[in-house]
């Protein structure tokens, strides 16, 4: 279908997928002539970023209505960013993207696992990364490292990012050949060159 390369970035708050989606990008363009797109979820789009006011700053939401906004900035980026970037033969960097759905709204908030990777997949007509890198940080140490000022997610009690984690990693076990588990507490250098050398045969490969 496409002849770019999709890598996702996913973790829990504050392990540090900003920065190394960064560095990988930087990486790239000064490696290649790749074009890459850095993007995010929620707010990836401008629709996006209207959704992602209302689900992290918002009213309280149940998690069905948390999910499907989730799902609907999911879809509309899909359709008008990731996928017309792909098809044009981009690298696609997303800070989060249809693994945070299953492992916060299932995980976390206790909705079917199955339902909820369903809906995203509805979403986004079954589009998956080709790598995704699970930035894996105990859940303790999270919480050192989030902003002064935390969203709706971020202020859930510790048992609410211990799901979490684990739904990433059960999800990471499962799908070997997707996901790059990486431990966020090893120091900086040390995650994106580990993030490099996973990266660099696909570029070949995905041209
Ligand atoms: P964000 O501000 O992007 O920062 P960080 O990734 O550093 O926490 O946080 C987005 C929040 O939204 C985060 O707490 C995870 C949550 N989230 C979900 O609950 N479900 C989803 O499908 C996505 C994409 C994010």
């Known amino acids: 279908m496409t002849s770019g390369l999709f890598i996702s970035f996913e973790g829990g708050d504050g392990a540090g997928k900003s920065t190394q989606l960064?560095?990988?990008?930087?990486?790239?363009?000064?490696?290649?002539?790749?074009?890459?797109v850095r993007t995010r979820e929620p707010g990836g789009t401008a629709v996006g970023r209207t959704l992602r006011e209302v689900l992290l700053h918002g009213q309280d939401l149940g998690?069905?209505?948390?999910?499907?906004?989730?799902?609907?900035?999911?879809a509309?980026?899909?359709?008008s960013l990731i996928r017309p970037a792909?098809?044009?033969?981009?690298?696609?960097?997303?800070?989060?993207?249809?693994?945070?759905?299953?492992?916060?709204?299932?995980?976390g908030r206790t909705l079917p696992p199955q339902e909820v990777?369903?809906?995203?997949?509805?979403a986004t007509e079954h589009l998956l990364?080709?790598?995704t890198v699970l930035l894996d940080l105990d859940p303790v140490h999270l919480a050192a490292r989030v902003a002064v000022d935390p969203d709706r997610l971020e202020?859930?009690?510790?048992?609410?990012h211990v799901r979490t984690r684990q739904a990433f990693l059960d999800r990471a076990a499962a799908e070997p050949r997707r996901w790059l588990v990486v431990d966020a507490?090893?120091?900086?250098?040390?995650i994106a060159e580990e993030i490099r050398d996973h990266v660099a045969p696909l570029m070949e490969a995905a041209r």
């Open 22 to 36: 960064a560095r990988l990008g930087d990486w790239i363009e000064q490696a290649t002539t790749r074009e890459v």
């Open 63 to 74: 998690p069905r209505a948390e999910a499907l906004l989730f799902a609907a900035d999911r």
């Open 76 to 79: 509309h980026h899909v359709d």
């Open 86 to 107: 792909l098809e044009r033969g981009a690298v696609v960097l997303t800070d989060r993207y249809l693994d945070s759905s299953v492992a916060y709204q299932a995980g």
């Open 117 to 122: 990777e369903h809906l995203s997949l509805w």
């Open 129 to 131: 990364p080709r790598v």
């Open 155 to 160: 202020r859930e009690e510790l048992e609410f």
């Open 185 to 190: 507490a090893r120091p900086k250098d040390d």
